[in-house]
C-alpha cells in the first residue's frame, strides 16, 4: 500500500471512529449569541427552571411530538417544537429553534411534560422554604464572586462566597427585587440580585418574601 492510500484508509478510521463516538455521546444543544431560557415543560406557559448561556452545550434526552425534518420559521408555529435536556441534574426544556443542534434529533425519544410546572401555578409557599431546595425553583448563574448573607443588606453576616458563573437556586426576592434568597449547595441565603445573571421578567416569576 503506498503511502496515499495509507493517509486516505487513515483518514476514513478516523472519522468512522469519531462517528461513532458521537453517536455513543448523542445530540447536544448549544445557545447561539443569546441566552435561552430553561422551562420545566415543552412550552413557554410552563415554569423557567434557568437559563442557557452561549458557551455551554447540555446533552438532548428527547423531544416533543413534532416531524424532526421540520424547518425553523421565525413564525408562532414553532413554538411547539421543544427539545428535552439534562439541565443541572434536573429534567429541562428548550425550544428547537433557540438553540443550535449539535447532531439529529431524529432518534431522540418523544415525551410529554413530565413534574412540569406552569408559570401561573408556583407554589409559592414552596418555594418560601429556605431550609430546602425545592423541584421546581428557578436556577440562576452568579455573574461575578458574589457574597450570600444572612439577610438582604450589606451590613449582614457574611455565610460564604459563592464563585463565578456557579448555579443558584431561586427561592425569593425583596419586594423591590433588589435581593434574591437563594439555595447554593446546603447553605441559604441572601445574594445582591445584581450578581447574577436574570432573564427578562424575572421579577413576576419570582414570590416576594416579607
Known amino acids: 500500500m ?3 492510500l495509507l493517509f486516505i484508509a487513515l483518514t476514513l478510521l478516523i472519522f468512522a471512529s469519531a462517528a461513532v463516538a ?17 422551562r420545566s415543560g415543552p412550552g413557554v ?22 416531524a424532526a425534518g421540520r424547518f425553523c420559521t421565525g413564525r408562532a408555529a414553532d413554538m411547539d417544537m421543544w427539545i428535552r435536556i439534562t439541565f443541572n441534574e434536573m429534567e429541562g426544556w428548550v425550544n428547537r429553534c433557540a438553540v443550535i443542534v449539535n447532531g439529529t434529533v431524529d432518534t431522540l425519544p418523544v415525551f410529554g411534560a413530565t413534574n412540569a410546572t406552569l408559570a401561573e ?17 428557578m436556577m440562576l448563574f452568579t455573574s461575578a464572586r458574589a457574597n450570600l448573607r444572612t439577610s438582604p443588606s450589606l451590613n449582614a453576616e457574611v455565610l460564604g462566597v459563592v464563585p463565578f458563573n456557579q ?36 421579577l413576576d416569576m419570582v414570590p416576594v418574601i416579607q
Open 45 to 66: 406557559d410552563f415554569a423557567i427552571r434557568g437559563v442557557l448561556y452561549p458557551g455551554y452545550a447540555l446533552p438532548a434526552t428527547g423531544r416533543s411530538d413534532f
Open 121 to 137: 401555578n408556583v407554589d409559592s409557599g414552596t418555594l418560601l422554604d429556605g431550609d430546602s431546595t425545592p423541584d421546581d425553583g
Open 22 to 38: 458521537f453517536a455513543d455521546n448523542g445530540p447536544t444543544v448549544s445557545a447561539g449569541s443569546q441566552a435561552v431560557n430553561v
Open 2 to 4: 503506498n503511502c496515499k
Open 167 to 202: 448555579p443558584v437556586r431561586v427561592l425569593g426576592r425583596t419586594a423591590a427585587g433588589g435581593w434574591l434568597r437563594v439555595q447554593y449547595g446546603d447553605s441559604s441565603g441572601w445574594i445582591a440580585a445584581h450578581l447574577l445573571i436574570k432573564p427578562l421578567n424575572w
